[in-house]
């Protein structure tokens, strides 16, 4: 299971950490998405459970996000910062990391927790 949280309503420039429990799963690269009222599903990031913990950025949030992870919690957890209204909408944590021509994509990727909503508003 996976279990994602730390969403909220913040204003244009805010931040937020959002964290991603995982149980009964070890992976070995997990991912965020999120989805915008009326828009795709968007891949924001991923991250490896390798020594070099290999990060891959969606270039909408590169600068401005860390994904990290702590193995011994069984969390990912994704720091947002310097935050946009473009930024709204339902995150999700997902098993596996899929990266097509530099996109981070759903492909292959068949475990998901429930969303978290991130509001960006002034």
């Known amino acids: 299971q996976l279990q994602a949280s730390g969403g909220g309503s913040v204003q244009p420039g805010g931040s937020l950490t959002l964290s991603c429990v995982i149980s009964?799963?070890?992976?070995?690269?997990m991912s965020w998405f999120r989805q915008a009222p009326g828009k795709e599903r968007e891949g924001v990031a991923c991250?490896?459970?390798?020594?070099?913990?290999?990060?891959t950025y969606a270039d909408s949030v590169k600068g401005r996000s860390i994904v990290s992870r702590d193995n011994a919690k069984n969390t990912m957890f994704l720091q947002m910062s310097s935050l946009k209204v473009e930024d709204t909408g339902v995150y999700y944590c997902?098993?596996?990391?899929?990266?097509?021509?530099?996109?981070?994509?759903?492909?292959?990727?068949?475990?998901w927790g429930k969303g978290t909503q991130v509001t960006v508003s002034s």
């Open positions: 991250v490896s459970r390798s020594s070099t913990r290999s990060e």
């Open positions: 997902a098993v596996g990391c899929t990266v097509v021509a530099g996109e981070i994509r759903a492909i292959g990727l068949n475990y």
């Open positions: 009964g799963l070890d992976p070995y690269a």
